[in-house]
């Protein structure tokens, strides 16, 4: 079951998903996602890219409700710095609930990213977080190709560790907390899908990727920074 990826679609990947389910859901992997750490693992690896260079447009792939931009915002707004927000998410009722956030200053895009007509909007920074596994390998090293001739500065990427530890672990905890069956669900296959360090290594390497930093982080989660120079890393 762990040994290899899975590729199984989970329900949140229905592009048509809508009403009382999906709201649910989007508040649950937000609480999730700040219960983790991993919103301020995102924000914690865009504060090291801002402190050597000057980030203008952050573009976030498969952005959800746009929690991790409202976190990005919140920091750039205390360091009175502008910075243009991107969200893109192929779900448009997804994109709508962030909206009601009500941050004018985001810019929210539908598109479907897995499409082979999709195209990475020129940016400094470009991060996912827990989308990249939709990707198979072949994909993903090819997306992570391309996407370096539209990146200026770096790619930030947050990805569960595949694991029996991880696994077990979400299994458990997901049986005492008040979530819904989706996101218990959704929750297992998601890291059933996702990647272990020497996949993504070994990704990186056909990629042509030599300089990154893949960090483990608490909670059994990847953060990895591609720094971008001159479009060849």
Same mark, same amino acid.
């Given at each position: 079951m762990i040994s290899s990826r899975s590729h199984h679609k989970e329900r949140l990947d229905d592009l048509a998903l809508e009403g009382f389910l999906l709201t649910k859901t989007l508040k649950e992997l937000t609480y999730i996602n700040l219960l983790l750490g991993n919103s301020q693992n995102t924000v914690t690896s865009i504060q090291r890219i801002a402190k050597k260079n000057q980030i203008q447009t952050i573009v976030d792939l498969g952005c959800g409700?746009?929690?991790?931009? @409202? &976190?990005?915002?919140?920091?750039? @707004? &205390?360091?009175?710095k502008k910075v243009r927000l991107i969200g893109i998410d192929g779900n448009k009722n997804s994109l709508e609930y962030a909206k009601k956030h009500k941050d004018f200053e985001i810019e929210y895009i539908q598109e479907d990213i897995l499409s082979s007509d999709f195209q990475i909007p020129k940016c400094d920074v470009l991060i996912s977080s827990h989308f990249v596994y939709h990707f198979s390998d072949k994909e993903l090293i090819q997306f992570l190709k391309s996407a370096k001739e539209k990146i200026n500065t770096a790619i930030v990427l947050s990805e569960l560790q595949r694991s029996k530890i991880s696994y077990t672990l979400f299994k458990f905890f997901g049986f005492l907390m008040p979530f819904s069956k989706m996101v218990?669900?959704?929750?297992?296959?998601?890291?059933?899908?996702?990647?272990?360090?020497?996949?993504?290594?070994?990704?990186l390497k056909e990629a042509g990727i030599n300089e990154y930093s893949l960090r483990w982080k608490w909670w059994f989660r990847f953060i990895l920074i591609i720094p971008i120079s001159s479009h060849d890393a």
């Open positions: 409700g746009g929690d991790n931009l @409202r &976190s990005i915002r919140k920091w750039f @707004r &205390s360091k009175d218990k669900q959704d929750g297992l296959l998601a890291i059933r899908r996702s990647f272990t360090r020497r996949e993504l290594e070994n990704i």
